[in-house]
Each structure stands twice: as structure tokens, then as C-alpha cells.
T-cell receptor, first 111, second 113 residues
């Protein structure tokens, strides 16, 4: 089955700096890669996603890049703000039975 | 994601009790899911349903049961056979596939006393 590894597990940055979170996956058939943000005690919320026919996608301060050859994808947050502090999860897979989440990255943005 | 609700928000269970967690959605989604989240870990799939009256086991189904009698509802029962049920439980729904955008409910925090 699919195996998704996410790094780092914790990340601390200064307000205004950029943050990068990386995920790798094992199944070359995976074709959908969403990123979720979860604040403490709240539900995960989709912040951006990318499909395998696209190499990069950007939405304001958030971008995701996908390298299918190397089987990794990354979340980039620029000009970080304290409200970006949360746990971020990546996921990868296809269909119903080959879809898995990473273990999460706790991002702390220091004012 | 405001169209998917879970209740209760907090639930306490004595050992040996079965408890049922509610999940309702008004998004007209065919597919619904239950995930378990433990501290410092990602989401693990318990059960999922692609259509009414049909559901399938996920990766950690032992000690849990579900039903899907209505499109809008997908309750999860945590049975006494689940040895370590203390966790945060999240319900989600999507149009048809797990690779459609999944919308999550607010979660239920279950604690065993």
C-alpha cells in the first residue's frame, strides 16, 4: 500500500520568513496530493491540493510543488504570520483504498 | 465544511461500554469516512462508505462498527472490544472518491474513564 512520510515533525520560524514542509510517497500510481491545516482541537481544513498532471500550484502565500519522478511534494508558505501556526498534514493516493495521510508537521510562527 | 456535523463534542466512556458517535452531512455527498487521530500521529481510516447500505473496513476497523442507512448519516459505534479507544474521532465526506476533496466534521474527543 501507499506510505507517506512527512518532514519535519516540528518547524519553528520567525514571522515573515518562509516555511517548507516535505512529503514523500511510495506508490507511483498516486495522483492526488492534498494539504490540510489543523488548528488545536479543530477539524482539518483543506488549504491546497495538486493532481499529478500539474507540477506546481499557487494560492496567494501558499504553494505546492510535485516531483513525480522523485515521488515527493512540498508545501511552501511565504511571509508567514502567527495565524499560520498549526499542524499541517499531507496526503497522497488514488481511488479509495490507496490514500494515506502523513504524520503531520507542527508549525510555530514566532512574532 | 460547515455542512458536516458531529456530536457530541466530548464523550466519556466507562470500560465495557459501547458508545455511538454521530456524523451528519447535508452536502449531498455519496462517500463518508471515519478517521481516528492520536496525538502526534496522522489520520488513520476506520471505516468508509461509498453508498447507502454499503460500507468497508479501513486500516483499523477492529473494535468499531458503522451503519449507513441514510445518505446523510454515518454513525460510528466504539465497542468494548476496542481496547484503547481514547482518541479524537473525525468524520469526513466527499463527492464519491477519497481523492475528491474531503470535508471534515469538527470531531469528537472520546475519553475512557
Amino acid at each position: 500500500g501507499e506510505n507517506v512520510e512527512q518532514h519535519p515533525s516540528t518547524l519553528s520560524v520567525q514571522e515573515g520568513d518562509s516555511a517548507v514542509i516535505k512529503c514523500t510517497y511510495s506508490d507511483s500510481a498516486s495522483n492526488y496530493f492534498p494539504w490540510y491545516k489543523q488548528e488545536l482541537g479543530k477539524r482539518p481544513q483543506l488549504i491546497i491540493d495538486i493532481r499529478s498532471n500539474v507540477g506546481e500550484k499557487k494560492d496567494q502565500r501558499i504553494a505546492v510543488t510535485l516531483n513525480k519522478t522523485a515521488k515527493h511534494f512540498s508545501l511552501h508558505i511565504t511571509e508567514t504570520q502567527p495565524e499560520d501556526s498549526a499542524v499541517y498534514f499531507c496526503a497522497a493516493g488514488y481511488g479509495f483504498n490507496k490514500f494515506y495521510f502523513g504524520s503531520g508537521t507542527k508549525l510555530n510562527v514566532k512574532p | 465544511d460547515g455542512g458536516i456535523t458531529q456530536s457530541p463534542k466530548y464523550l466519556f466512556r466507562k470500560e465495557g461500554q459501547n458508545v455511538t458517535l454521530s456524523c451528519e452531512q447535508n452536502l449531498n455527498h455519496d462517500a463518508m469516512y471515519w478517521y481516528r487521530q492520536d496525538p502526534g500521529q496522522g489520520l488513520r481510516l476506520i471505516y468508509y462508505s461509498q453508498i447507502v447500505n454499503d460500507f468497508q473496513k479501513g486500516d483499523i476497523a477492529e473494535g468499531y462498527s458503522v451503519s449507513r442507512e441514510k445518505k446523510e448519516s454515518f454513525p460510528l459505534t466504539v465497542t468494548s472490544a476496542q481496547k484503547n479507544p481514547t482518541a479524537f474521532y473525525l468524520c469526513a465526506s466527499s463527492m464519491r472518491q477519497r481523492t475528491d476533496t474531503q470535508y471534515f466534521g469538527p470531531g469528537t474527543r472520546l475519553t475512557v474513564l
